[in-house]
């Protein structure tokens, strides 16, 4: 019972005996003992029959006490259990809410608004190394690199009527190239139809491809460059004038992506034993691209895919000069590039003496030098793939597969151009291709090239010899 009501009915007991001290509602044991059973029943309206007043009043009062003190309980309970059943509520649906959000935060997380403020608010709150890091970490390079790239593509993107922000548009493809995402799984984390990201793919590594690669990816024709080039090989290798290694890469095609090929698709079955596109890039001493041609399903060789480059029409039409000739044992050495075996020698490109070491300590010697100055284009290759992985297993449809590839390109050349920091290089399986073989019509730029290949081991031998 309530303790404010135990005491209110001590307080009235007490009130009574003072008004009517003859009768006591608090009879002693022996009176109690001695009282019959009639006494017994006369003593519960005892209350209503004593002379005095003060029995009625007390009852009443006593009465209406319980009544507050019950309905006091029961609305005290009540409330209780009314605040119990809220919380609940409340727990209940701040729970299924917390579900929802938990449920919508794949795409909630990528959202435009997520994305702008990422690159309004929580960019900024980070240290500079940090900040970096992140972004490369989602998108492949730095904030900076990545501000270049949008800077130069907007104009671009937003001529084509594009309901996303060029950044965003931006950012979600070079997310896709970065991490190798298919175009369901992106569609999925962005909240958007596969379609409208491979549409997106399509178009931001279309102009990648076309409107950045002739400002990133030029042949070194300009003097100063040419120095800077051939001095650069020249301090790795002690070989003269070389201005560039040549290498090809299978890019690997993913699973479905040749069924609407128009040709034959074991064209596209490589030496490796997969489908692919073959890549052929020429690099400078910084690892840097000046020069990418993807025109070449995977069952062709490095030779014939080099003979259908634009690269090679230009030099064997001499559409190309090189402003820097230099003299070695009579020799006019004008620059040139250097490959393995798997690349005819020509006057213009030089390739090792022997695949397996069997020439004289002369030529060994240049052999050796000239597959570390090669080492180079497939360090590039290497770098390649590990900063852009959608090329270890290329998602786009066989049509688009070269522009992706270009596209990828181009960025490794922006990578490399800021000093971005070099990933672990992928690692690509050893090649054991057999020698080239010589066109009729390349005869002239071989016999050439064989003469010019032999001054340059004499040379070198002498040279290292003295030391």
């Known amino acids: 019972m309530d303790e404010t ?17 003859a009768t006591s509602l608090l009879s002693s044991t022996t009176a109690a003992a001695a009282a019959s059973s009639t006494s017994s029943a006369t003593s519960s309206t005892s209350l209503l029959t004593s002379s005095s007043a003060a029995p009625l009043i007390f009852f009443t009062l006593s009465s209406l006490l319980s009544f507050l003190s019950t309905s006091k ?10 605040a119990k059943n809220d919380a609940a509520s409340a727990s209940a649906t701040a729970a299924a809410s917390s579900s929802k959000n938990d449920a ?21 709150s980070l240290e500079a190394p940090l900040r970096e890091a992140h972004w490369r970490s ?23 009527n594009l309901s996303l922000p060029s950044d965003y548009a931006v950012a979600m493809v070079l997310s896709r190239l970065a991490h190798g995402l298919s175009a369901k799984a992106l569609a999925s984390r962005y909240s958007l139809e596969p379609y409208l990201i491979s549409k997106i793919t399509n178009m931001v590594t279309r102009l990648l491809a076309t409107k950045l690669y002739p400002e990133f990816i030029k042949i070194p024709i300009s003097r100063r460059r040419l120095i800077e080039t051939t001095q650069g090989f020249e ?13 090809g890469s299978h890019i690997k095609i993913g699973n479905g992506k040749l069924k609407h090929a128009s040709l034959n698709q074991n064209q596209y079955r490589c030496k490796f034993g997969y489908n692919s596109v073959l890549l052929q890039v020429v690099a400078d001493h910084r690892k840097i691209f000046w020069d990418v041609c993807v025109k070449a399903s995977g069952g062709a060789d490095d030779s014939a895919h080099f003979r259908d480059s634009l690269l090679y029409n230009r030099l064997i039409s001499g559409d190309i000069v090189w402003d820097k000739a230099i003299n070695v044992r009579g020799h006019h050495v004008r620059p040139y590039i250097v490959g393995d075996w798997c690349y005819p020698l020509l006057s213009f490109l030089m ?17 050796g030098m000239l597959m570390k100055g090669r080492n180079v284009v497939v360090e590039a290759i290497g ?17 688009h597969a070269p522009q992706t590839i270009v596209a990828c390109c181009v960025l490794h050349n922006l990578c490399q151009i800021a000093r971005e920091p070099e990933p672990e290089i992928w690692k690509e399986p050893d090649e054991n291709g057999t020698p080239a073989r010589v066109l009729e019509s ?9 003469g010019l290949r032999q001054a340059l081991a004499d040379d070198l031998h002498q040279r290292l010899s003295t030391r």
């Open 5 to 21: 009501f135990m005491l209110m009915l001590s307080n009235l007991l007490h009130l009574h005996n003072s008004l009517d001290p």
């Open 73 to 82: 309980q029961k609305s005290s309970s009540s409330s209780s259990s009314a």
């Open 104 to 124: 919508a935060s794949p795409s909630s997380d990528y959202s435009v608004a997520a994305f702008r403020a990422l690159t309004t608010e929580h960019i900024w």
């Open 138 to 160: 989602l998108y492949g390079l730095s904030y900076p690199v990545f501000t270049t790239v949008v800077e130069k593509l907007k104009p671009y993107i937003a001529a084509s």
């Open 235 to 247: 301090e790795l290798t002690s070989l003269p004038n070389i201005c560039g290694a040549i290498d």
């Open 351 to 367: 390739t090792p003496f022997s695949p397996n070491g069997a020439g004289t300590p002369a030529q060994n010697l240049f052999d």
């Open 383 to 399: 770098l390649l793939k590990a900063r852009w992985k959608i090329l270890k297993d290329l998602n786009v449809g066989i049509n």
């Open 442 to 450: 390349e005869k002239q730029f071989y016999y050439f090239g064989e």
